[in-house]
């Protein structure tokens, strides 16, 4: 039973690059979550998307970051162009409660990157 | 402005001793709460969870505790064991049913 798969898991990259990250939710969940985690801020909403729907990007710290969810099983995450701020580690995360979210979170084993 | 606040980074417990791990918050249109554990380099699981209609939700060795005056919640593990070494993030939810998150407490158990 395959829980959220994530890659790559790990990105080194250098200032100004494209990144793009990538997401696969629990088959069967319609409501799927971007998480970014810092030191200082912990764990941080950057957008979710219910029926492949983009509901909140509020969190998006900056145009430099987009998401998309061309269909219920990917998901990718594209900061363009990086900066080294962006160094963090990012969660997608799925949930079968209709875009409810008050339920458990299932999260992938996150994306680490960092940008020099 | 954090909504909400785990204000202990680190907590350091011998093992068998209860561990309690406190989380406030500020948004009192929150009504549901979670707690997630968290090793290094995995995704954060889901431990345990309370309503607003609750003031506390016991499951095995995991005890959430919720004060709405207060606005303070805390999740007591009786007994600590080695194994329950991780970060625990306390998580909120509303009418927006997003989950908000604490920024974490790494809780290290002695043995």
């Known amino acids: 039973d395959a829980g959220v798969i994530q890659s790559p898991r790990h990105e080194v990259t250098e200032m100004g690059q494209e990144v793009t990250l990538r997401c696969k939710p629990i088959s069967g969940h319609n409501s799927l979550f971007w998480y970014r985690q810092t030191m200082m801020r912990g764990l941080e909403l950057l957008i979710y998307?219910?029926?492949?729907?983009?509901?909140?990007d509020s969190g998006m710290p900056e145009d430099r970051f987009s998401a998309k969810m061309p269909n219920a099983s990917f998901s990718t995450l594209k900061i363009q162009p990086s900066e080294p701020r962006d160094s963090a580690v990012y969660f997608c995360?799925?949930?079968?409660?209709?875009?409810?979210?008050?339920?458990?979170?299932?999260f992938g084993e996150g994306s680490r990157l960092t940008v020099l | 402005d954090q909504q909400v606040k785990q204000n202990s980074p680190s907590l350091s417990v011998q093992e068998g001793r209860i561990s309690i791990l406190n989380c406030d918050y500020t948004n009192s249109m929150f009504d549901y709460f979670l707690w997630y554990k968290k090793y290094p380099a995995e995704g954060p699981t889901f431990l345990i969870s309370i309503s607003s209609i609750k003031d506390k939700n016991e499951d095995g060795r995991f005890t959430v505790f919720l004060n709405k005056s207060a606005k303070h919640l805390s999740l007591h593990i009786v007994p600590s064991q080695p194994g329950d070494s991780a970060v625990y993030f306390c998580a909120a939810s509303g009418s927006a049913r997003q989950l908000t998150f604490g920024s974490g407490t790494q809780l290290t158990v002695l043995p």
């Open positions: 995360a799925s949930s079968p409660r209709g875009g409810r979210g008050t339920g458990e979170l299932f």
């Open positions: 998307f219910n029926n492949n729907v983009p509901i909140d």
